[in-house]
Structures are given as C-alpha cells and as structure tokens.
C-alpha cells in the first residue's frame, strides 16, 4: 500500500511541475517582443537617393509588388497590376506599352537620362554630351526640380529636351486616380516651369516604365507624349561602366530611345560608360534630342 501511495504522489508532483513550467514559457513568450517585420523598398529622398520601388501611399490601390523596379521584373507591354484592361486606349497609338513611344519614328537615335537633375552626375553627362555636341533627352524629377533650378536651366541652355518624370518617382503613380495623376503631372511641370518658364515640357516617362492606360491617356491631355525606351543596359543597377558601354553599344540601332540615368544613386559608371559610347555611336548614327513638339 505504501508503495501505491509514493506512486501517486510522484505522478500528481509531476503533472504540477509540468503545468507550471509551460505557465511560466507561456509568459516568457508574451513579454518577448515579436521581430520588426522588414519593408519592401526604400523611400525616396532628394539628394543621394536610389530610386526603386517606393513604399505604397496609404491611398492608393493594393499593389502586388516584390521589392523590384517594375522595368527589371516585368517584360515591356505587360499590363501593370490593378490597370484597367477594358480602359479606351490613348489617342497616340505608339509602339511601346499601353501606347507610349519606345522609337524615335526616324533613323535618329534619341539618348535619354532619367531621374535628374543631380549635383554630381548631371554636370558631368552635360559636359560629356557638350563635348561631342550630342543633344539628348533629359527626364526630371519634380522634387529634383525644384531643389536644383540652375541644373535645369544649364540642360535648357544647352539645347537638351525636357521630360516629366513624376514628382517623386512614383512608380505606382499608373494605379491612382486620373485627377492624383494629373495633379502630380502638373505639380512636376511648375517646378521645371518655375526655373525655366518658357522651356516646353513635350514628353512624361512612366518612373520604372509601368505604364497603365490612365497615365498615358492623362500624359497626352497635358499635351505630352508618353515616352518608353527602346534599349535599357540597367545601369540603375551600378553593373559597371564596362557592361553599361557593351549592352548600349550592341543593342542600339536606328530609331532606338536609349534609356540611361544621371541621377537616383551612384551614377559615376553611367558618366564614365557615356564617355566609351559617344565616339562609337556618332560614328555609326545620327544621335538627336527628341522634338519639343513631341513624338511623330
């Protein structure tokens, strides 16, 4: 009989001991933090800043997004997520995605940069194409716009064109409301308007080209052609001045719009790649601003 009853006990200590010990991890467990959860993309700033795949507005529409710039991750015309496909379709009718123009329409090869103007590369891709008096298409960011006036003054004096880039890069900008998009349209074209007010801005570049059939239909109301690109080495992506002078190089042919950056990071391979290309492609082409009236 006493062995029964130290049996028992033993168990009863057991279930005890049991009950406690998951009490106190249960505890434990609630007063311990849970991990930050990590953010896609990085936000934009105005000087330095890489621009990417920027945080979703609140008010916008859900996006799908992976944390890449829509131009790496999705092939050129395919529709954007949350872009109406039943939409009308914009008046312009060229040969890029949702109607944008990805050709020059000639035998002229068109040289753009985007995401400027920046204090550091800008100066440096203007003396470049001074040097070898190459006319080139320059797609500004509002926000940059206003914070450098005299770097868009110093593209106009030169002879270079203007295209709106959206005020902050806002590569979801295709997925607001026709009013927002105007909005940011018009807010891009006051701060170029404010340092050059006469100079015509005759084109937008969709940031990231993901283009929906309301940005382009919009663009065109303002009176700008909405312009894609023909040739991308991804330069935004630092892949060095080597490969940046190769992939421009081989892939560029008559009518090509060659799409490079002087802005929203390091930029320097960009700058030291356009001093290899300028000799070869003047060579082999007819290299133009786009008309400030617009594309053909």
Partial sequence: ?????????????????????????????????????????????????????????PAAPPATTDGTRPDASTPAG????????????P???????????????????????????????TPQVLEVLRTYGVKATFCVVGENAQDHPDLIRAIVADGHTLCNHSWQHDVLLGKRSPALIRADLLRTNDAI????????????????????????????GLGMTPLHWTVDPNDWQVPGAAKITATV?????????????????????TVDALRRLLPDLTGRFRLEALPTSGAN
């Avoid at 395919?78 to 379709?89: E, L, N, S």
């Avoid at 340092?195 to 993901?210: E, I, L």
């Fill in 1 to 57: 009989m006493r062995t029964r009853s130290t049996g028992g006990t033993i168990g009863v200590v057991t279930l005890v001991l049991a009950a406690l010990l998951g009490s106190a991890y249960a505890l434990g467990r609630s007063m311990t933090p849970d991990p930050p959860r990590q953010s896609l993309g990085a936000a934009s700033q105005v000087d330095g800043a890489e621009y990417g795949e920027q945080p979703a507005d």
């Fill in 78 to 89: 395919t529709p954007t997520a949350g872009a109406d496909p039943d939409a009308a379709q």
């Fill in 91 to 121: 008046a312009s009718g060229g040969d890029g995605p949702f109607g944008s123009h990805a050709s020059t329409g000639t035998g002229e090869v068109a040289l753009t940069f985007d995401d400027g103007p920046d204090p550091t590369y």
């Fill in 193 to 220: 308007h404010a340092a050059v007010p006469d100079a015509p801005v005759s084109y937008f570049r969709q940031p990231g080209g993901a283009w929906t059939y309301p940005v382009v239909s919009v663009a065109e």
């Fill in 249 to 269: 190089s081989r892939d560029t042919g008559p009518g090509a719009i060659v799409l490079m950056h002087d802005a929203g990071g390091d930029r320097q391979g």
